[in-house]
């Protein structure tokens, strides 16, 4: 972690729209000492004026590499989410710190399955996660539950149903409205939804759980409900609702 | 060299020499320092803590009790660290 106060400069190579409200940025960052599956960065931005505004976001590539992937959504009142999601162009320049944090990540020596549970945007940490398993060719049981608003609010679905395999199952909540002929209404992560998704507690999986502070707090009340231990499960919120 | 009264040995020196072992400390990985809570004693994991983030600083509060842990504050180019509701963090080296 030596160097993780630094701030580097990185420059935006692409910024394509992926949601209605959001952008996956890819940003070549010189100097970047690559990141683990899980782990986030500070960017900073500068005004004019020499105002600064520092937000954290997750880093949805993984390993070496010093081109780094951000999927960030556009919150209403955001200082900095807007101006990424709205005004960045490739060529532009940032200021990021990182890699920052040790506790929200998956490392491919982990033997035990993993149940991913994402909200939103709060699918960017664990889509690193589920890159390194494919990548690394890991046998763990890795399972995904995604939770959006609509199909078309998903990050990176392509490329999850691309690692559909044996050791990758992935399974949607569509909160307000679903595909047609989808079997379940739309609606919140629900308890009966969750244990049916889910790896069951008694297979011991590791659980991270990545979105909204809210819908942490309640996928998290249903994990322990179900049976699945505190220590075992491994939040990040990122604020909102 | 100076002696303790069961025999073990120490030096007096000053806060200059501190500095390296100190940067082991500060420039580890804080979301896996365990920190205790002074009122409740609970030990915790600091990436489970509850951190209400604001312009100013920032306020961590016990994820047990909800009392705060501690505060950082940023005014100017001054940053402070106030640790009154902790009694001790741990990281590992």
């Known amino acids: 972690m030596v160097g993780a106060s630094l701030w580097l400069t990185g420059t935006v190579v692409s910024a394509e729209s992926a949601t209605p409200s959001g952008r996956i940025?890819?940003?070549?960052?010189?100097?970047?000492?690559?990141?683990?599956?899980?782990q986030h960065l500070d960017l900073r931005l500068t005004a004019e004026d020499g105002y600064q505004a520092v937000r954290s976001y997750s880093i949805a590539s993984v390993g070496s590499a010093t081109t780094i992937e951000l999927a960030v959504d556009e919150l209403p009142d955001g200082e900095v989410s807007p101006y990424l999601v709205r005004d960045v162009q490739p060529g532009d320049q940032l200021e990021v710190?990182?890699?920052?944090?040790?506790?929200?990540?998956?490392?491919?020596?982990?033997?035990?399955?993993?149940?991913?549970?994402?909200?939103?945007?709060?699918?960017?940490?664990?889509?690193?996660?589920?890159?390194?398993?494919?990548?690394?060719?890991?046998?763990?049981?890795?399972?995904?539950?995604?939770?959006?608003?609509?199909?078309?609010?998903?990050?990176?679905?392509?490329?999850?149903?691309?690692?559909?395999?044996?050791?990758?199952?992935?399974?949607?909540?569509?909160?307000?409205?679903?595909?047609?002929?989808?079997?379940?209404?739309?609606?919140?992560?629900?308890?009966?939804?969750?244990?049916?998704?889910?790896?069951?507690?008694?297979?011991?999986?590791?659980?991270?759980?990545?979105?909204?502070?809210?819908?942490?707090?309640?996928?998290s009340r249903l994990l322990l409900d179900l049976g699945h231990e505190e220590a075992r499960v491994r939040t990040e919120r990122f604020g909102g609702y | 060299m100076a002696r303790l009264t069961d025999g073990s040995e120490f030096v007096r020196v000053d806060g200059n020499a501190i500095a390296g072992p100190l940067s082991e400390l500060l420039s580890?990985?804080?979301?896996?320092?365990?920190?205790?809570?002074?009122?409740?004693?609970?030990?915790?994991?600091?990436?489970?803590?509850?951190?209400?983030?604001?312009?100013?600083g920032f306020i961590v509060l016990c994820p047990s009790c909800r009392h705060t842990l501690f505060t950082v504050v940023k005014t100017g180019n001054r940053m402070t660290l106030d640790v009154q509701g902790m009694t001790d963090l741990s990281v590992t080296v």
């Open chain 1, 25 to 38: 940025l890819m940003v070549d960052v010189p100097g970047w000492p690559g990141n683990l599956a899980g």
């Open chain 1, 97 to 219: 710190r990182g890699p920052l944090g040790g506790y929200f990540v998956w490392r491919e020596t982990q033997p035990e399955p993993v149940q991913l549970i994402a909200g939103g945007s709060g699918v960017v940490p664990l889509m690193a996660m589920s890159r390194a398993h494919h990548r690394t060719g890991s046998t763990a049981p890795f399972r995904l539950l995604y939770s959006v608003r609509t199909p078309e609010n998903a990050y990176f679905t392509d490329e999850l149903a691309g690692f559909e395999s044996d050791s990758f199952r992935l399974d949607w909540v569509y909160t307000r409205s679903a595909p047609e002929g989808w079997p379940a209404a739309p609606g919140r992560l629900m308890r009966d939804t969750l244990e049916a998704a889910a790896i069951p507690a008694e297979q011991q999986p590791t659980v991270y759980v990545c979105g909204p502070t809210g819908f942490v707090e309640a996928a």
């Open chain 2, 28 to 56: 580890a990985d804080m979301t896996m320092a365990v920190v205790t809570c002074a009122p409740c004693g609970s030990g915790s994991v600091l990436a489970t803590a509850v951190v209400e983030l604001d312009p100013a």
